[in-house]
């Protein structure tokens, strides 16, 4: 199973696009990467996931560079409810990290 | 779709009794649901693996006496916390998914907190 390494930490201003990086340098052929995000004192929410090609849906788009060695999770207009810890995992049982902590700031 | 149903969102309870945590997959079919547990500030830590119909697999240092997982459908697990004591206080959450390389629903997660 493949390890991700993330920021542990980023601010963004509101409206402006959020830009979340994630390095899984060690992911195999097979493994997607996933996004998820948790708010405070709640379940984890799903946002996008993806193999090879980009992805966008209504939440964000994910990037996927051509080696898959890293991803980058798109929110284009970021807003105060968008604060929240983002996870990024390779691992279809969800060995979370420490995530990368979103502040919007307004 | 994809709603996880977690229930009860909390629970307070004295130290000794069993407490049982459902997961409902509402609007699909799960094949697999998995169990997690979370301290405060920290991370999700994977508790256990559901199949339906089939035994849990637990994870190394889980006792799997201590924490009954039931998968008796396609749209329901059941945790039960036996003989719960202070230390077993924390917040559980579940997920379910619907295949191999799908992402994972979560429920919102049951608090629990042991007298």
């Known amino acids: 199973d493949a390890k991700t390494t993330q920021p542990t930490s980023m601010d963004c201003a509101e409206g402006r696009a959020a830009n979340l990086p994630c390095n899984h340098s060690?992911?195999?052929?097979?493994?997607?990467v996933y996004w998820y995000r948790q708010i405070h004192s709640q379940g984890p929410q799903y946002i996008i996931h993806?193999?090879?090609n980009n992805e966008t849906n209504e939440m964000a788009s994910l990037i996927i560079t051509e080696d898959r060695k890293s991803s980058t999770l798109i929110l284009p207009h970021a807003t105060l409810r968008d604060t929240a810890v983002y996870y990024c995992t390779t691992d279809y049982k969800l060995s979370f990290g420490a995530g990368t902590t979103v502040t919007v700031r307004a | 779709g994809a709603v996880v149903s977690q229930h009860p969102s909390r629970v307070i309870c004295k130290s000794g009794t069993s407490v049982k945590i459902e997961c409902r997959s509402l609007?699909?079919?799960?094949?697999?649901m998995f169990w997690y547990r979370q301290f405060p500030k920290k991370s999700l830590m994977l508790m256990a693996t559901s199949n339906e119909g089939s035994k849990a697999t637990y994870e190394q240092g889980v006792e799997k006496d201590k924490f009954l997982i039931n998968h008796a459908s396609l749209t329901l697990s059941t945790l039960t916390v036996t003989s719960a004591h202070p230390e077993d206080s924390s917040f559980y959450i579940c997920s379910a998914r619907t295949g191999i390389d799908q992402p994972q629903h979560f429920g919102d997660g049951t608090r629990l907190s042991i007298l």
């Open positions: 609007d699909f079919q799960a094949t697999t």
């Open positions: 993806g193999l090879k």
């Open positions: 060690t992911i195999s052929g097979n493994e997607y």
